[in-house]
């Protein structure tokens, strides 16, 4: 066939290839008078992909009103639907929806055609709006009405992006297995290459959400790498590359691939400028990466930024509390968190363990049992591997806290195993430290001193260096800092805890003198004179 001869000719066969970056500058040198609607439609999808998003939306503006004006309402309601999409992703509900009855005033005027693909897509975008405010009822009728058309019109992009509705209303019902099948259909379409570009990017980054939301980490991380070959062939400044790298940044990190993460974070977050939700998800990960190194100053920085663009920072901030001795403050940032009944089951497990955790540490026992009993009830009723660790890692301490020896190591053994299965290094090296001690607890000595030993190097290798510090304290034979005795830093750490001298010396078994008379010790080792200056040295140096 001869080479098309004008640009305009080449643009539409660049974006009809999908070939983004070349429809973009050839679209982008062609004067606007010689574009058709479907012309300006197509560029506004290049700019898009590359990045251009004010551009997107002014050229699908006018695309609009092109057809528009020419009585094309199946054109004007196709248009209209991506112009929500446009505002959707940028959590602009308002403007969003005015694009939703848009499109739906444009097919009410043709009633007696039948329901054709601009139907469907009309009822997709009706769909996620009704996920987004919980209905999730109609969120399930609609995407039940855009599968029957999507098969009907043999529209593979509307079938898969209608399975995502569908399938994601059924797990918000409760429907979990059903819903994850659906889902498992769409992702077929994605790994196979049979969709268009802009439906694979949403499906994949909906579904790889919607596994992590429900703490499903093997069909996340299996799914990842299917579809590891599409996310690489993206423009780089693409934004799904950015909404994609959040979940793959989540996923290295999960995986202890903390440096690939966190250089994936950055990156996100370079490129998710124009949506402040996006960037607030990005800076909530990278705050998490850097108190996991032990960064506590930037990782106190990223997780203001998340705050500020409106993402509550937990439990990353009550564990940074932690870290800085402030069991307390810690409790109470995170009583806060769960008061909101409406996080996704991922995020109440981790807000439920670390409550765990912090309750313990702040002397809250019977918030933490609460904390345990939630979590339980939750790995009954959704039986995902991630929430029964998570359950039996927080049930493990409190039964070491409460003496019930037997039962801790009952526990955290299941715990450390579910995490190696799931091959999740960070939450199987902390449940490794507990069932280590608690091995301790049973008169176990040299089988403690392995397991600490065991994830102290686990520790190590993923370079999370107070963590691995920790673990020192634990150890007794290895020196201590500033000289100290076994027996002092025992009383350290529960200086650090907060722990007033009568409550030290009835934990330790010993009288309130001998624990004056340890401080007195303990500053002059430390060169210090107050509580406040031998905590900060006791986090710093790892001790508490």
């Known amino acids: 066939m001869p080479e098309p001869s004008s640009t305009i000719d080449r643009a539409r066969i660049a974006a009809s290839?999908?070939?983004?970056?070349?429809?973009?500058?050839?679209?982008?040198?062609?004067?606007?008078?010689?574009?058709?609607?479907?012309?300006?439609?197509?560029?506004?999808?290049?700019?898009?992909?590359?990045?251009?998003?004010?551009?997107?939306?002014?050229?699908?503006?006018?695309?609009?009103?092109?057809?528009?004006?020419?009585?094309?309402?199946?054109?004007?309601?196709?248009?209209?639907?991506?112009?929500?999409?446009?505002?959707?992703?940028?959590?602009?509900?308002?403007?969003?929806?005015?694009?939703?009855?848009?499109?739906?005033?444009?097919?009410?005027?043709?009633?007696?055609?039948?329901?054709?693909?601009?139907?469907?897509?009309?009822?997709?975008?009706?769909?996620?709006?009704?996920?987004?405010?919980?209905?999730?009822?109609?969120?399930?009728?609609?995407?039940e009405q855009a599968v029957f058309i999507g098969r009907h019109a043999e529209d593979r992009d509307l079938t898969a992006l209608a399975l995502d509705v569908l399938g994601r209303s059924m797990i918000a019902d409760g429907r979990v297995e059903r819903g994850e099948s659906l889902l498992d259909e769409a992702m077929t379409s994605v790994v196979s290459g049979e969709l268009g570009s802009f439906a694979t990017g949403t499906v994949y980054c909906n579904v790889l959400g919607a596994c992590l939301d429900i703490a499903d980490l093997r069909r996340a991380v299996e799914w990842s790498r299917a579809s590891a070959s599409w996310c690489e062939s993206l423009l780089p400044e693409a934004p799904f590359n950015g909404f994609c790298r959040l979940y793959r940044v989540q996923l290295s990190m999960m995986r202890g691939a903390w440096a690939e993460a966190e250089a994936e974070a950055n990156e996100a977050a370079d490129l998710l400028t124009f949506s402040p939700f996006h960037l607030g998800a990005a800076m909530l990960l990278i705050g998490e990466l850097r108190r996991r190194h032990g960064d506590i100053a930037s990782a106190e920085e990223a997780f203001a930024r998340a705050r500020e663009?409106?993402?509550?920072?937990?439990?990353?901030?009550?564990?940074?509390?932690?870290?800085?001795?402030?069991?307390?403050?810690?409790?109470?940032?995170?009583?806060?968190?769960?008061?909101?009944?409406?996080?996704?089951?991922?995020?109440?497990?981790?807000?439920?363990?670390?409550?765990?955790?912090?309750?313990?540490?702040?002397?809250?026992?019977?918030?933490?049992?609460?904390?345990?009993?939630?979590?339980?009830?939750?790995?009954?009723?959704?039986?995902?591997?991630?929430?029964?660790?998570?359950?039996?890692?927080?049930?493990?301490?409190?039964?070491?806290?409460?003496?019930?020896?037997?039962?801790?190591?009952?526990?955290?053994?299941?715990?450390?195993?579910?995490?190696?299965?799931?091959?999740?290094?960070?939450?199987?090296?902390?449940?490794?430290?507990?069932?280590?001690?608690?091995?301790?607890?049973?008169?176990?000595?040299?089988?403690?001193?392995?397991?600490?030993?065991?994830?102290?190097?686990?520790?190590?290798?993923?370079?999370?260096?107070?963590?691995?510090?920790?673990?020192?304290?634990?150890?007794?034979?290895?020196?201590?800092?500033?000289?100290?005795?076994?027996r002092q830093a025992e009383v350290l750490r529960l200086v650090a805890a907060g722990k007033r001298n009568r409550e030290i010396a009835e934990s330790l078994v010993i009288s309130e003198h001998t624990v004056a008379r340890h401080l007195q010790d303990i500053y002059a080792k430390l060169g210090v004179s107050s509580r406040a200056a031998a905590t900060a040295f006791a986090i710093e140096r790892g001790i508490a």
């Open 17 to 143: 290839s999908e070939s983004w970056a070349e429809a973009y500058e050839l679209f982008g040198s062609v004067d606007r008078s010689e574009m058709k609607p479907a012309d300006l439609a197509a560029f506004a999808d290049a700019a898009w992909w590359n990045a251009s998003r004010d551009e997107s939306v002014g050229a699908r503006l006018e695309a609009y009103a092109g057809f528009d004006g020419s009585d094309d309402h199946r054109g004007a309601a196709a248009t209209a639907v991506r112009l929500f999409f446009e505002h959707f992703y940028t959590s602009q509900a308002a403007e969003a929806t005015g694009w939703l009855m848009r499109a739906q005033r444009h097919l009410a005027d043709e009633p007696d055609e039948p329901e054709g693909p601009e139907h469907g897509y009309l009822a997709v975008g009706w769909g996620y709006m009704a996920l987004l405010r919980g209905d999730v009822a109609e969120a399930e009728r609609l995407g």
């Open 309 to 486: 663009l409106g993402f509550e920072p937990q439990p990353g901030l009550a564990f940074l509390r932690l870290m800085q001795g402030k069991p307390d403050v810690a409790f109470s940032g995170l009583r806060v968190a769960l008061a909101d009944d409406s996080p996704s089951p991922l995020s109440r497990t981790l807000l439920l363990g670390a409550m765990a955790q912090t309750a313990l540490a702040a002397g809250e026992l019977d918030a933490a049992r609460a904390a345990c009993d939630e979590l339980d009830t939750a790995a009954d009723l959704q039986g995902v591997p991630a929430i029964r660790a998570a359950a039996a890692t927080a049930r493990g301490s409190l039964r070491l806290a409460e003496r019930d020896v037997d039962g801790a190591l009952r526990k955290l053994r299941r715990a450390c195993a579910t995490w190696r299965e799931l091959e999740l290094p960070y939450e199987a090296a902390h449940a490794q430290v507990l069932y280590g001690l608690a091995v301790r607890a049973a008169g176990d000595e040299e089988g403690a001193v392995a397991e600490l030993t065991s994830a102290r190097a686990a520790f190590s290798h993923l370079g999370a260096v107070a963590d691995a510090a920790m673990i020192d304290g634990y150890l007794g034979g290895k020196d201590l800092p500033g000289g100290l005795t076994e």
